[in-house]
């Protein structure tokens, strides 16, 4: 089975962050647990139309899923997985500057003391 492409999935991560209303919209999910377009526009200061076109490109990124529900209603839901992925790519992109940071330090600290040429 392929590998999945860590990178692209967190830049899709970040690009749903990016936007204030998918955040709020996350949030509520996260504190009130799975909920309709509709509930969420009742809790957020954004239309329902606006809430469905952000919940597609939340799913689309993997971060909430659709539960179809009574009367054709859909619920969504929080899902973690895509998160953890852009979490292990800022972490292993702290650890390359990390280890850059620390080269620099390493040799700043060596020729620190030594007169300056010129």
Do not use: C, N
């Not at 954004?46 to 529900?69: D, F, M, N, S």
């Not at 899902?79 to 979490?87: D, E, I, L, W, Y």
């Not at 702290?94 to 003391?113: I, S, T």
């Amino acid at each position: 089975m392929p590998q999945p492409d860590i990178e692209a999935i967190a830049e899709q991560v970040f690009v749903a962050l990016a936007d204030p209303s998918r955040r709020a919209i996350l949030a509520a999910l996260a504190s009130g647990g799975p909920a309709t377009a509709t509930d969420l526009a009742g809790q957020l200061p954004i239309t329902r139309q606006a809430v469905a076109k952000h919940l597609a490109l939340l799913a689309e990124a993997g971060l909430v899923t659709a539960e179809p529900g009574e009367r054709r209603r859909v619920r969504y839901r929080l899902s973690s997985a895509p998160m953890r992925v852009a979490q292990q790519f800022l972490a292993a992109l702290a650890r390359d500057w990390d280890g850059q940071l620390g080269a620099l330090k390493d040799h700043l600290d060596q020729h620190a003391g030594k007169p300056q040429e010129g």
